[in-house]
């Protein structure tokens, strides 16, 4: 074989390039994201330097961050006019169809674990779990909330779509509830039905409020807490798991399914969503489980995991939903067996 065929196709050849390209364009989106520069555009092109000007800016730290932005497809340059690309209209503004824009903010702030990236990997996890970091540093938990938040947004269609909740069911169980939206949504969409949720106390310094715009204040509980040692309460219909069995060790997982599944009803059902790591793993798949190396030190899971802690603890093989894009995830839908 020659040493021209050997050659990675897509590797530049100045070889730093591949390096400082995405590190500093994904830097600048998180600084759009920080600065608001997508949401500041939404409405129409601005010139530069009425674009710096919204945005309280130096003209020429404008002008290079747009720069950047352009050269990477997020905003589009005519001139010294700069406005929203498609895709950044879309998912990084309040006009768009989910403004993710929280989530470049959090990404912000996982920066900072990732830039340990090497000591995590020497130890097999983070310095400090990222649950404690949230006591310490009070903006983190609600920055990471806003975030659950725009993407439960995007989740909830495929949920209402995918969950039927038996006529006659009264108790929904929210666990790792977050921000309430998925609380919210089933509340609504079933007048009879009330929640409890629980998540550690940082994730809800804006939930109560949420709730209460909503008008549900007297149909949400929410219980601050671990939800590996917290008193969940019985006799549910409904549990909600979602995006949450990630953020715990297979022990935790086995423990988490047995505990709900005495909580539920006979043919109560478990609403599961998760990132598999069925293989074969995905780009997204592989930089998500390493960000949980950095941020938590836990892992995505297998459908076989589940398949197990599942059937161990009395549910029936769940139903399984893969969403489109693949990217969004999966929901395994979990009945527990009646009793013998
Ligand atoms: C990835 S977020 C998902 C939030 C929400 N369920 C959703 O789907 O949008 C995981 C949530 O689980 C909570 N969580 C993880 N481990 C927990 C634990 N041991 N006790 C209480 N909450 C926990 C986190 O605080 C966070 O709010």
Redesign the pocket.
Known sequence: MSDESKREPNFPELPMADVLVPMVQSAALIAAGQLGLFEALAEKPLVLSALAASLKCDLRGVRDLAQCLATCGYLVREGDTYSNAPHAQRWFTSKGQIDYAPGLRWSGLSWQLLSGLAESVRRGGPETML?SL?EEKPEW?PT??RY??A??RH?GPDLVANVAVASGATRLL??????G??SIAFCRAHPELSAVL???A??LTETGATIANAGLQGRITLRP????D?DWGSDYDVV?L???A???TAA?NADLMTRISRALRPGGLLVI?EYLADAPISPYGAAFQLALLSETGTQQWTSLDFAGWLDHAGFAPPRRVPLMPADKGTLMLAKRRPVD
């Open positions: 649950w949230m938990g990471f909330s659950m938040e993407f439960a989740l929210d666990l790792g509830g977050s921000h939206l998925h629980i998540d550690h940082s994730a807490g671990d939800l590996r917290a909600l979602l995006s949450v990630h953020n715990q935790d969503h």
